[in-house]
């Protein structure tokens, strides 16, 4: 299995820490409002990520944080006139709602920055006891130069980064000793939420609070960690300059981040900034969530994906026909013959099929090739349930296989959807018509059922049904 690690900007032979265990985090959310659909899309990506690792055998530790101190917050607790806290459990609650519609895996630890303070705290003054951070009127920053390989993830030079840094004005560039420098420790301000600290009273910045959760949960060096695109600077370059200036060590072996969700003709980037988002929680009170996972999930995590009606329209019309397929296999299965002399035959086909999906997802996780295997997988069962006679051990491992490898795009099939009594009564109705060459009234049954978005199929081994 090889990963694109933006590090190295290459794509590299996977070896976990520990044989068969993989340390994975990911930058979660800062819960001040709804997560819009580029949220939702790296939160689908990355657990589909983590399903494909399961599949193949791995224990996975997946801790993903909640940003519940940040400026943002605290502008958003003014608004509605409650406490950062309030607004933090409310879209904390939110989150989970609308990622569990989405079919995403709880991680296995949400830490929160405000169980972490004490931790946070401690962090810091290992930093400065190592003359990486310094204190400034209450304030603590990091001393960017002092990392000799700072900008190295995001492929910026100091010069460059220098030229950007210069241009910011304001009370806190007063405080630097240099322009590059970041907060790790900021003084309070009047009617924020702070801690005591030995620079008096504050709260932690950004950047250190994932190092500082990924490290404790995690260990000094971790497999992967992962977010979106646009955290790769300054949020995970910062990252790195604290951990391995605290520990000495590496801090993430491989670095995995999503390209952006775009609007619009443009192509322009989905964000809050820009208002120019919709929210997973507004979409989905239109979209069905399992059409919206799916688009989601099978589009390679680093090609930019656009957000559009035909984008959902495809997925909708992808994931009906591979339903259909499912439960077609399912309307025969029970009246399949037990074995068949060509079942071997078969059944390797199915292996090589499975082969394919591997194939595609080992190369870096890409789920446009594994979704082309699925495909493959549908267009085989469609053959196969063509003819006359269909075994039963060929059509359980054909199904089971559908199951699973649909499970790693975070898509459950479960059982065949099941007509009610009268919906049944119709289409026995309609055989019998169609025995006694009633086609008048096997017309109506048929557009009756149409109406309630049954599909009806006639084949020669009987009738099938889908819904529209």
Same mark, same amino acid.
């Given at each position: ?31 001040? *409002?709804?997560?819009?659909?580029? *949220? ?20 996975? /530790? ?12 605290? !502008?958003? !607790? ?24 989405? *079919? ?109 959760? !990924? ?16 955290? &790769? ?11 391995? !200036? ?29 208002? /120019? ?36 329209? &495809? ?11 499912? *439960? ?107 025995? /006694? ?32």
């Amino acid at each position: 299995m090889k990963i694109y690690n933006t590090l190295t900007r290459t794509k590299e032979e996977f070896k976990t820490i520990e044989p068969g265990k993989v340390r994975m985090y990911l930058c979660g959310p800062t819960v001040y *409002n709804y997560i819009h659909v580029g *949220n939702a899309r790296s939160t689908s990506a990355f657990d589909t990520v983590r399903r494909y690792l399961e599949y193949k055998g791995y224990e996975v /530790n997946y801790v993903s944080n909640f940003t519940d101190v940040d400026d943002k917050i605290i !502008a958003s !607790a003014k608004e509605e006139g409650v406490s950062t806290k309030e607004i933090a459990d409310k879209y904390i609650a939110a989150f989970k709602e609308d990622t569990g519609k989405l *079919n995403v895996k709880p991680a296995c630890l949400h830490p929160r920055v405000i169980d972490h303070i004490d931790d946070i705290i401690e962090f810091v003054e290992v930093l400065i006891e190592k003359g990486y951070a310094y204190e400034s009127q209450g304030d603590v920053y990091y001393r960017a130069r002092r990392f000799k390989t700072y900008g190295e993830l995001s492929n910026k030079s100091l010069d460059e980064l220098e030229v950007g840094a210069s241009q910011r004005t304001g009370e806190e560039q007063n405080k630097k000793e240099d322009p590059l420098d970041f907060a790790l420790w900021k003084s309070a301000k009047e009617g924020e939420i702070s801690w005591d600290s030995p620079w008096g009273e504050g709260r932690p910045g950004w950047h250190i609070e994932c190092s500082v959760m !990924a490290t404790k949960h995690l260990g000094e060096t971790i497999d992967i960690h992962a977010g979106g695109q646009d955290l &790769e600077f300054p949020h995970h370059e910062n990252e790195i300059a604290q951990s391995e !200036a605290k520990t000495g060590k590496k801090f993430a072996n491989y670095w995995m981040h999503n390209a952006y969700l775009t609007v619009g003709d443009s192509g322009e980037k989905m964000s809050k900034s820009l208002k /120019n988002f919709v929210t997973a929680h507004d979409l989905m009170q239109e979209v069905s969530p399992e059409i919206v996972r799916f688009a989601l999930a099978t589009t390679h995590y680093r090609h930019p994906m656009p957000f559009n009606e035909i984008i959902l329209k &495809e997925a909708e019309t992808n994931l009906t026909r591979i339903k259909g397929s499912f *439960n077609n296999v399912m309307f025969r299965i029970d009246k399949a013959e037990e074995t068949l002399e060509e079942d071997d035959s078969y059944l390797k086909e199915l292996d090589l099929i499975k082969a394919q999906f591997e194939e595609g997802m080992d190369d870096d996780f890409n789920t446009a090739n594994g979704i082309t295997a699925v495909y493959s997988l549908v267009k085989w069962l469609n053959a196969y349930l063509e003819k006359n006679k269909v075994s039963k051990i060929v059509l359980t491992k054909a199904v089971e296989l559908l199951k699973t490898l649909m499970t790693v795009f975070g898509i459950e099939l479960g059982e065949a959807e099941v007509l009610d009594e009268t919906i049944e009564a119709l289409i026995e109705e309609r055989n019998e018509a169609r025995k /006694n060459k009633d086609f008048k009234r096997s017309d109506e049954i048929r557009d009756e059922l149409k109406e309630q978005g049954i599909i009806l199929e006639d084949t020669s081994q009987g009738t099938r049904w889908s819904r529209n």
